[in-house]
């Protein structure tokens, strides 16, 4: 597996590469945002959001852009709101300085583990009910005809359909959708799930609320109540 470490501080890049060459990663290097977007494509990033050039945040959003590839990036503390910065850059996960490398080893391998089962998954049509969804294509059809869905829609519906018809907390559509922890960004949730549900409705699939935690995907003719959400008192 190929790792691209980008970060400006030679001294944290070396001790940084060493870990990861001694756990079997190839290791390529750049210490500026240019160097990053030049380089070759690799199999993950470790992206640090404080660099010379360009503001790490922009960086990561080009290198997801560009080929989808995962990122994890590197906050300082101090700097700004770690949790939120890391967030709203739209990496895969991030970790804040310092950070131990067992940690970090640990992350890096689960952001792999995803990465590849995701690229496995988005290859294959998905069907459901009428409906057959192609996550890497980006496409949508009803018995072969196309569902004009919103970019937005079909995030909110990939992240649905991809956890299998479980039920999927309001808090992490939110991330996954908007890269935004925000509170307010609840209603624009809603919003867009009611427009979701209307083009779904045709195909006999439902967006379920499951009261107090978020929503799942079942087919209309599914009757199976969802678990019981815990009521105080
Ligand atoms: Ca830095």
């Known amino acids: 597996m190929r790792i691209l470490l980008v970060e400006d501080d030679d001294r944290v890049a070396d001790a940084l590469a060493g870990a990861l060459r001694r756990n079997g990663y190839d290791v390529q290097r750049a210490g500026n945002a240019h160097d990053a977007l030049a380089a070759p494509s690799v199999d993950l990033v470790l992206l640090d959001l404080g660099l010379p050039d360009r503001d790490g945040i922009e960086v990561c959003r080009e290198l997801r852009a560009r080929d989808g590839v995962p990122v994890i990036a590197v906050t300082a503390r101090g700097a700004e709101p770690d949790r939120v910065r890391g967030l709203r850059s739209g990496a895969d996960d991030y970790v804040v300085k310092p ?24 290859t294959r049509p998905l069907t459901l009910g009428d409906l057959t969804i192609r996550l890497g294509q980006r496409t949508v059809t009803l018995n072969g005809r196309p569902v004009p869905l919103t970019r937005k829609e079909f995030d909110i519906l990939a992240v649905l359909v991809r956890a299998g018809g479980a039920a999927v907390p309001r808090e992490h559509i939110i991330v996954e959708v908007w890269q935004s922890t925000y509170d307010g960004m609840s209603r624009t949730l809603d919003v867009h799930v009611a427009t979701l549900r209307g083009k779904l409705g045709q195909a006999g699939i439902i967006v379920r609320t499951v009261r107090g935690f978020g929503y799942r995907l079942v087919a209309a003719d599914d009757t199976t109540p969802d678990p019981a959400t815990p009521v105080d008192g």
């Open 99 to 122: 950070f131990g490398t067992a940690e970090l080893l640990a992350r890096i391998e689960a952001v792999l583990r995803r990465s590849v089962n995701q690229r496995i998954h988005d």
